[in-house]
């Protein structure tokens, strides 16, 4: 099964060893502010913010950090795409400690001006959105049970920070990252929607890339994922297709378990143009909306 992705339930994980983390007011007017966002009154997406109460991590805590990240390391070396180890290295990625968002940011924002914001839970897609234009990515504090260690059917920090944001330190993607963002807030369009959230599921989430004549994983579920990050190179069950816009964006997905289709990128320029490409259309069309309606 995969990890888990922005784009699924809104409710918080139970048996987090620190839920007290996103408890309390602060976290509860955050999540207010994003489940409302765009209503009158929720405009702000920085209100959707909170602190990253780092006291709160126990030692088991710790431990589930550099247990994940020793096993995940280890396969990734040889298998995960360069620019993603490359931004590992940047941003200083280490399996002593869950990272303090503010040292992944003082390295991270002065290359692509990309900031990780902590998060009380669930970002439903408008809030989520905003958030991406803006290059701010929302991301989950807590981190997973020991005792769930191979599955969270959510996101939690090692999903978000180990999984993620790597890939923020790169020009290319950081520039489609921020598009998407901009583009999917264009549309209130649920068919576009959904194939937005496809688009995201099969680059960001669960995409391949080619290599030195070599597929290697870079979306974030396979990253974080010791199960599925196997599953996806090595299985003789999964269609690896050649990437293609609207053929990715006609495809549904299950979340339930492992993916059965996964499409490969032969280049992160070619994901950056196809998103540029996308973002026209999708501006094209909210053009001819607001004329209409004049």
Request: hydrophobic residues 35%.
């Amino acid at each position: 099964m995969a990890d888990g992705s922005h784009h699924q339930s809104p409710q918080k994980f139970a048996g987090s060893l620190n839920h007290a983390m996103i408890s309390g007011p602060e976290a509860e007017a955050a999540q207010l502010c994003a489940n409302n966002f765009g209503k009158p009154g929720y405009n702000d997406i920085t209100k959707c913010y909170i602190e990253q109460l780092y006291a709160g991590y126990s030692a088991e805590n710790q431990e589930t950090w550099q247990i994940l990240f020793d096993r995940q390391m280890a396969f990734l070396q040889d298998n995960a795409s360069q620019t993603y180890l490359k931004g590992a290295g940047i941003i200083n990625l280490s399996r002593d400690r869950v990272p303090p968002l503010a040292d992944i940011n003082a390295r991270l924002h002065p290359l692509t001006k990309w900031q990780s914001r902590a998060v009380p839970g669930y970002l439903p897609a408008k809030a989520f959105f905003a958030c991406l234009a803006r290059r701010e990515f929302p991301t989950t504090i807590v981190i997973r049970p020991k005792e769930s260690i191979d599955y969270l059917p959510e996101p939690d920090i090692f999903h978000d920070i180990f999984g993620h944001v790597p890939l923020h330190a790169d020009p290319t993607f950081a520039d489609f990252l921020q598009t998407y963002g901009k583009a999917a807030l264009t549309t209130d369009d649920p068919a576009e929607t959904e194939r937005l959230a496809r688009l995201f599921w099969f680059t960001v989430e669960f995409g391949l890339i080619r290599e030195g004549g070599k597929v290697k994983v870079y979306g974030s579920g396979l990253i974080s994922s010791p199960g599925e990050s196997r599953h996806s190179l090595s299985s003789d069950q999964v269609d690896r297709r050649p990437f293609d816009l609207d053929r990715v964006c006609d495809t549904s997905f299950e979340i339930d378990k492992f993916q059965p289709v996964l499409y490969v990128l032969e280049s992160f320029e070619q994901l950056r143009d196809a998103m540029n490409t996308y973002a026209g259309r999708l501006l094209a069309k909210a053009g001819r909306k607001d004329r209409a309606a004049a």
